[in-house]
């Protein structure tokens, strides 16, 4: 899953591996006038890493997650390590808020010395050695506080067309697909806007128009924040 931040914070793109965003795509939108600043938010994916890449901490966490301690001193390093990862993203979360350079530095030794702690659990230190490597990319939200550090929102976005994906099997025709994909785009849009997705089909298909132009409403939102 990525996600496409511009400098401002605001989502620009998202999309799951499957819609992975072509180099022409890409060349097309930066010839256009696209910030090469932005930022792609991703859980990895190596076809992401591209403009400013920055990963997201839940998805790096779950490395560690997913280890299993086979004895007593291995599962407390663990629960350790976890407990000082949960620790930092917490304090991320914090200078977000009110960034210092001193607070920077710290933070970024902080992250060195949960990277480099040797265990004795060999698997667990591989995972750390792997976090480490992914630094620039983990702690680019000291550069750029505005950015998140996860990309849940876009997870929470697609989950709807996962979903559906499940349980039919996916569509029999383009048509089909692009009708999904439009309409799930659509009521997502106006949930998140807090309109009424029954009664925007309602103002369209009866040509009231009384509703605003979604895009229009978008900008709204955007400016007033």
């Not at 949960?114 to 630094?135: E, G, V, W, Y």
Request: charged share 30%.
């Amino acid at each position: 899953m990525w996600t496409l931040w511009d400098p401002l914070g605001r989502r620009a793109a998202s999309g799951k591996p499957g819609a992975r965003p072509h180099g022409a795509l890409l060349g097309a939108a930066l010839s256009h006038g696209i910030n090469p600043e932005l930022v792609i938010v991703s859980d990895d994916a190596g076809q992401f890493n591209v403009l400013l890449h920055a990963l997201c901490w839940i998805h790096a966490e779950r490395i560690l997650a997913k280890l299993v301690g086979f004895n007593d001193m291995q599962r407390e390093a663990l629960a350790e390590t976890r407990t000082a990862v949960w620790a930092l993203y917490q304090d991320l979360k914090a200078y977000q808020k009110k960034p210092t350079r001193k607070v920077k530095r710290k933070l970024e030794q902080r992250f060195d010395e949960i990277c480099k702690t040797q265990t004795c659990f060999t698997t667990l230190n591989n995972a750390l050695k792997r976090m480490h490597k992914n630094k620039a990319e983990l702690l680019l939200a000291l550069e750029r506080p505005d950015l998140p550090l996860h990309n849940n929102l876009s997870e929470g976005d697609i989950r709807e067309y996962v979903k559906r994906r499940k349980i039919s099997g996916g569509t029999r025709s383009v048509n089909g697909r692009r009708g999904r994909d439009t309409f799930a785009s659509l009521k997502k849009t106006c949930r998140k806007l807090k309109v009424s997705f029954w009664e925007f089909l309602n103002d369209r298909v009866g040509n009231k128009n009384a509703i605003p132009p979604l895009p229009k409403l978008i900008e709204c939102r955007a400016q007033s924040t």
